[in-house]
């Protein structure tokens, strides 16, 4: 009964220790990400016009933003994989930036469900930061263990995504994810 116990007790401290190394890593991850971000060299750009100026185009491409700067006013807009930018031969800017892409990009991930996992997979279906995932996960001790899941997952930085999702054994699970 004591060894029960004991067994229970270090199976579910095993659980909480992973989910913790999960949690930490993706920490120094991102980390990581934003000192790389905070590196790259950015143009300081001034919100206000100078009078021999129409406008004024800054892109982020660390955050995925393009900022406009007009007479009007500024506005800063997220970019999708599919973004194109034209300026016409009289200056005019067109943008086109559909908020949704259903082009497949294959991702790699880790994260937990009821144990640590690897996941494999294609993101179907995004909109703007948001993006549906289908694939594989396979248990990190025993790969011969396999499941199909479908998540959704929020892009953090530079095509990392934190995911929520369940798999077809109705475990919900979480994690990590990188698309191609």
């Known amino acids: 009964m004591i060894k029960d116990l004991i067994s229970k007790v270090l199976a579910r401290i095993k659980k909480i220790a992973i ?8 920490l120094f991850g991102y980390k990581a990400c934003r ?3 905070q590196n790259v060299i950015q143009v300081v750009t001034n919100p206000i016009l100078q009078p021999n100026q129409t ?3 800054t892109v ?3 955050n995925h933003t393009i900022t406009v700067v007009t007479p009007q006013g500024t506005t ?9 930018i034209n300026v016409d031969n009289h200056g005019k800017l067109d943008i086109y930036n559909p908020s949704w892409d259903f082009k497949i990009h294959p991702t790699v991930g880790i994260g937990f469900a009821n144990k640590s996992k690897l996941f494999a997979g294609a993101s179907l279906i995004g909109y703007k930061k948001l993006d549906l995932n289908i694939g594989l996960e396979t248990d990190c001790q025993h790969f011969n263990e396999t ?9 953090v930085h530079n095509e990392t995504y ?4 369940v798999n077809n054994h109705k475990n919900p699970e979480g994690g990590l994810r990188f698309r191609f």
Do not use: E, P, R
């Open 76 to 84: 800063t807009t997220h970019l999708s994989d599919t973004t194109v």
């Open 60 to 62: 982020n491409s660390a």
């Open 162 to 165: 934190l995911f929520l999702g």
């Open 19 to 26: 989910l913790g190394v999960i949690i930490v890593l993706g």
């Open 35 to 37: 000192k790389h971000q």
């Open 55 to 57: 406008g004024q185009i």
């Open 147 to 155: 499941a199909i899941n479908a998540s959704i997952g929020y892009n």
